[in-house]
């Protein structure tokens, strides 16, 4: 069993930055899809980024693209969000999770899920 935790949220002024970080234990993610998911308040989980295993393909959302660059170091079990240019509309509740597919960006298919990071973006 694989447990993934979130570190990095916190409160931000709009153009600022934040790095997250998801540190796995249990079994190593190495071979896991990663992915970073976002939920606000009344809203939809969605996949904001995602990284196959060996880091050489990458998915991120249109609202992040040029703003948010996902990474992970699998010496480390961590995989990371750096979020540069934060919006207010960025403020959610950050989860990390993990996928043995092969598609990063299939939404249904991840196995795994952190307990989140709330992220927060003042105007």
């Known amino acids: 069993q694989v447990q993934l935790v979130e570190s990095g949220g916190g409160l931000v002024q709009a153009g600022g930055s934040l790095r997250l970080s998801c540190t796995a234990s249990?079994?190593?993610?190495?071979?896991?899809?990663m992915g970073w998911f976002r939920q606000a308040p009344g809203k939809e989980r969605e996949l904001v980024a995602a990284?196959?295993?060996?880091?050489?393909?990458?998915y991120y959302a249109d609202s992040v693209k040029g703003r948010f660059t996902i990474s992970r170091d699998n010496a480390k079990n961590t995989v990371y969000l750096q979020m540069n240019g934060l919006k207010p509309e960025d403020t959610a509740v950050y989860y990390c999770?993990?996928?043995?597919?092969?598609?990063?960006?299939?939404?249904?298919?991840?196995?795994?899920w952190g307990q989140g990071t709330q992220v927060t973006v003042s105007s």
């Open positions: 990284i196959s295993w060996s880091g050489d393909v990458t």
């Open positions: 999770a993990a996928t043995k597919r092969l598609s990063i960006s299939a939404l249904g298919g991840y196995d795994y």
């Open positions: 249990g079994r190593t993610f190495s071979r896991y899809g």
